[in-house]
């Protein structure tokens, strides 16, 4: 089967300049949901605490379970909402307060404008009054922004309705209780980050991605993709390749078959516009299930070291690209 490497200097760099953004590790959580991004998450739940990184973020409960010990707490952002010393769960709605299991370490989401999760911000006396006659420890209280990524101003809309979120908080009378709000592209666009944490995904795995007019910050892609040589022929000029037959060669050649295909998460992509790998190998034809077609004798080839130059090829966006990479696939790290 194809291979992953993830770089740990590459990880190491990213995770100091965001340190440098926050002015404290303490204050970085890493968002490992979805198997890290598709890089490993008890391995970068692994790296991340070497680092010296406290806190995570994962979308379920199984996930928060594999990686508790890395960690001081982590945050699962959506699941059934129980009772545990280091797992903190997300609130979206009413029901979820209802529903908690008494005693639970909770974070309150508000909806100030992404409509997508969260209760909303007419809804925040009655939960907050909720969380209390439900025996509920509230721990934070966040949000998520829709538009940090793009240049307008509804960041700064969603950010004066947070403001307003922080003070009614303070008046229901509830103390150390954390507020944040910040993404990757919210903290690598900021001047100066107040907030008491970051939830930081893809900043973190080496991709900025903001506009270039906004100040760039220095970060590197940790995850490259490599395939192993199956097995080689030689062509003669006319014949095809493939399903369909869709390359045809135009001269003698010499083609191998290697291990990585849509079955390992990799695009099909177009065969009218074939993918060309980080060696500038174009894949002859089509994807297979378990094989891509290349011009190639070596024994193993580099098919990607960059996810956003891949996405932007397959018509997609980094984020797709990595999170649909196989967790079969074997990970190591260099």
Known sequence: MAFIKINKQNFFHNLNQIALKTGSKEKIAIVLKDNAYGHGLELMARLASE??????????RCEAKKIETYFKNVLVLGDNIL????????????????????????????????????????????????????????????????????????????????????AKVDKAGYKNVRFHSHNSATLLRTKSFSEDMVRVGIATYGYNELPQLFDGTDLKPILSLHA????????????RVGYSGDFIAQDDMTISTYDLGYGDGWCRGDTNKAFTTAQNLPILGRVSMDFISLESEQEEICVMTDARDAAKQLGTISYEIMTALHRDIERQII
């Open 228 to 239: 192993k040589r199956v097995s080689s022929r030689k062509l003669k000029a006319g014949e």
């Open 83 to 166: 009772k545990d010393e280091n797992i903190i769960y997300t609130i979206n709605t009413l029901e979820d307060i209802a529903t908690a299991e008494q005693g639970a370490k909770v974070e309150l989401k508000v909806d100030t404008g992404m409509h997508r999760n969260g209760i909303s911000m007419y809804e925040l006396e009655v939960a907050l009054a909720s969380i209390k006659k439900q025996g509920l420890e509230l721990v934070g209280v966040m949000t998520h922004f829709r538009s940090a990524d793009v240049l307008s101003s509804e960041l700064f809309w969603q950010q004066k309705n947070f403001e307003s979120v922080k």
């Open 51 to 60: 680092f010296g990184i406290q806190q995570a973020v994962v979308r379920k």
